[in-house]
Structure formats: structure tokens, C-alpha cells
């Protein structure tokens, strides 16, 4: 039958829903998601999934959750280590989840079309220029649309990445498709909270020096509440990750250190020991975010001729080649870093554990492979 002026009257707008309805109609592919019963698998494997949009997505699935039962005979762990310790989603492909965990739908119904374009914007995302800065948020958040309360809130410059709703409240906290996404969880960064679920933190994102006894000050939490998840040291900069975390963390932290943040050019060199530390995982995941951060940071050096050697051997590294074959240029990398002139560059900070050579402190570097070795999980991202 068709209505409307010729329109087919069962194509349903997610527009003209309301907001629960219309999120559901993206989470039945953007939200992990099982059978609501047994019979309804027979159904999916004959026919189809059963949901309808317009239609209650809970009348037809169950979505995954951190202690979603996995099915009989999987592994225990198959849909847990899809989530933070604290149940926030970090692969993707739950990013109906997150949203469903966050104030911004539930007390004030924001929807996926709120801020994504369906049939507009950039095919990347499906964000339009417009809905790539602030004013998604301050069609809300009105209070901050003048500039001087934006800067009193964020202590950033207005036009700082640093004054970006998304990057504090959407931080890059997920992982899928070799690639790193933003979390869809829209919170506020809390230091003591994100320590202790094992979860990168949004101002430790731009400003990898610090630690997060650093940014517990900064929020006005307790510094010595702040206990991290993976057991290294809360006064160490967040690079720590890169060897101490898990590999959801090693490989966010890694793509972390490639891009814009607080510091910037020659600023960066103390995180090179990192990388090539990193460079050396038993995951090809933070092996290949190591290597292409640790390009961009050499691309930067304000001496490029210094830098181009390195730059050469790092094109000669391939993260999945056989070990030898890996190490072996690992090592040639480990060589031609010691033997740049470190003098004139700036002393790394002490959180760094970074000498003036440019060098990890040995004893630091050994604990925190140790704690990462107890760190090792596979992980089904389950896309």
C-alpha cells in the first residue's frame, strides 16, 4: 500500500520518532546485540533479524553487556573484555551502549541524529562541518555559547582543541577496525574513576606527560585516591600505558602519542623510548600505532636532516614480519636514536622517567613490562 503522496508508508523516518525510538533504530547495528530468545535465532538464521524501525528494539534483542552470560561453550570472557572494568564500552560497534549510559539521553533525550547526518556531512562519520565543533552541545549547554564562560570551564583557549566538548566528554577511548574512535559514553573526566577501570583519560589524551595524580589536582579530586587499574605508578606520566596497560589501552595510548596535544615538535622526543619500547609488543595492534606515532613525532623535529635516518630505517619496519626480522630493525632504531645530539633539547620531566639522554630509566622500564605481562587478553571485538 502506499500513502503520502505516493510514499511507501512502511519507511520510517527516525525524525518523526521519538528519541528512544529513533536510537534504536541505529542500535540495531550499532549496539552489540543477541536474540531476544531461542526461537527468534531460528527466525535470524532463516529470515533475518525481526525488528522493525519504529518498532521496540527490546521486543527483539538483548544488547551486550559487560556481564552479558556468554554462550555455552564460548570463552567466559568473550563479551566482558569488550567493556572497561567499569562497563563502559571500549571496542566499537557499542556505540548504542554507550549512549544508553549517558545523562545526555537520558534526561535530555539527545538521539544519534542530533549530532550525525544520515543522508549529509562528511562520509566519515556522517557529521556535517557545522556539527563537528561545539554546537551540538551548546544547543543544550546554552550557559557556554559565550566565550568567556567556555574558557572559565574548559581553561583552555576558546579555539584550543582543549575547548572541545568532544574531547573531554568524548574522549578517544575505543578501539575497532585498526583504527581508534571516540567513546560514546558522554561524561566528564574523572581521574580516580578512569585509574581505576583501566580507561584512558581525556585530559591525559592530550597531555601524556602528566599523570594522573596530575589531573586528580587539576579536577579537585584526592591525588592520593588515585590507584591505577594495571598497578604502575599513579605519579608516572600516562606513557606508561604503553607497557603496563592492556591492549585495548596500549593501542589507544600509542595512537594518542601521534596526534595534536599539549606538546608539540621537539617536545615530544621523551615519548620515542616509549614507542620503540612499544614497538616491540607481542600485539601487532601496538606495534603499528607505536610505529605510525612515533613517524609523526620524528616528522616534526625541527631538524629534519637529524631526524631523516631515522625516519628512513622506520619505513624498513613492518609490525607483522617475523620477530628476528622485526627486532633487527628495532634494533638498527634503538642505534640511531642514541646516537642523535641530545644536548640542546629540553630535560625530560621527571613523571617521564625519561633521562636527558632521552633514555627509559631501566628499573621503570622492567616493572612495567611486568605488570603489562600480566595484562595479556584476547579480545573478540566482535564487530
Known amino acids: 500500500m502506499r500513502l503520502n503522496g505516493g510514499r511507501d508508508a512502511a519507511i520510517v523516518n527516525p525524525e518523526g520518532l521519538a528519541a528512544e525510538q529513533s536510537t534504536q533504530v541505529c542500535g540495531q547495528c550499532h549496539g552489540q546485540r543477541l536474540p531476544k530468545t531461542n526461537d527468534m535465532v531460528r527466525e535470524w538464521i532463516h529470515a533475518g533479524p525481526t525488528f522493525r524501525a519504529g518498532q521496540n528494539l527490546n521486543d527483539h534483542v538483548q544488547p551486550v553487556w559487560k556481564h552479558t552470560p556468554a554462550p555455552a561453550q564460548a ?6 573484555l569488550r567493556f572497561w572494568a567499569d562497563g563502559t564500552p571500549r571496542l566499537s560497534a557499542y556505540e548504542y551502549q554507550g549512549l544508553l549510559q549517558s545523562a545526555c539521553y537520558r534526561d535530555a533525550e539527545l538521539t544519534c541524529i542530533d549530532c550525525h547526518t544520515v543522508h549529509g556531512g562528511d562520509p566519515v562519520g556522517q557529521i556535517s562541518d557545522r556539527n563537528r565543533g561545539n554546537q551540538p552541545c551548546l544547543r543544550c549547554h546554552q550557559d557556554f555559547r559565550p566565550e568567556s564562560a567556555l574558557v572559565a570551564h574548559t581553561r583552555h583557549p576558546a579555539d584550543s582543541e582543549g575547548s572541545r566538548c568532544y574531547n573531554c566528554h568524548m574522549p578517544d577511548a575505543v578501539y575497532g577496525v585498526m583504527d581508534i574512535h571516540r567513546t560514546h559514553r558522554i561524561e ?19 597531555h601524556l606527560e602528566a599523570t594522573p595524580k596530575w589531573v586528580a ?10 590507584v591505577r587499574l594495571d598497578g604502575a605508578d599513579a605519579g608516572l606520566s600516562e606513557a606508561a600505558a604503553l607497557l603496563a596497560g592492556d591492549p ?4 589507544i595510548i600509542g595512537y594518542r602519542a601521534g596526534q595534536p596535544g599539549a606538546q608539540t ?3 615530544r622526543a621523551w615519548l620515542v623510548p616509549y614507542l620503540l619500547q612499544s614497538m616491540a609488543d607481542k600485539y601487532p595492534s601496538s606495534r603499528r600505532f607505536a610505529r605510525d606515532s612515533l613517524r609523526q613525532i620524528l616528522s616534526d623535529f625541527p631538524d629534519a636532516a ?12 613492518d609490525f607483522i614480519a617475523p620477530v628476528e626480522q622485526r627486532m633487527q630493525t628495532l634494533d638498527a632504531l634503538h642505534e640511531l636514536w642514541r646516537s642523535l645530539d641530545k644536548s640542546a633539547w629540553p630535560t625530560p620531566a621527571p613523571a617521564t622517567a625519561v633521562s636527558a639522554e632521552y633514555t627509559l630509566d631501566e628499573t621503570v622500564r622492567l616493572a612495567l613490562l611486568e605488570l603489562g605481562g600480566r595484562q595479556d587478553k584476547q579480545i573478540s571485538i566482535g564487530e
Not at 75 to 80: A, I
Open 265 to 267: 615538535g621537539i617536545e
Open 75 to 80: 570463552d567466559e570472557n568473550l563479551f566482558s
Open 248 to 251: 585495548v589501552q596500549k593501542a
Open 188 to 206: 566528564s573526566p574523572d581521574a580516580v574513576r578512569d585509574a581505576a577501570a583501566g580507561r584512558p583519560n581525556a585530559c591525559l589524551n592530550c
Open 306 to 317: 637529524a631526524a631523516q635516518p631515522l625516519l628512513w630505517k622506520l619505513d624498513q619496519f
Open 217 to 226: 589536582a587539576q579536577l579537585d579530586q584526592d591525588p592520593d585516591a588515585v
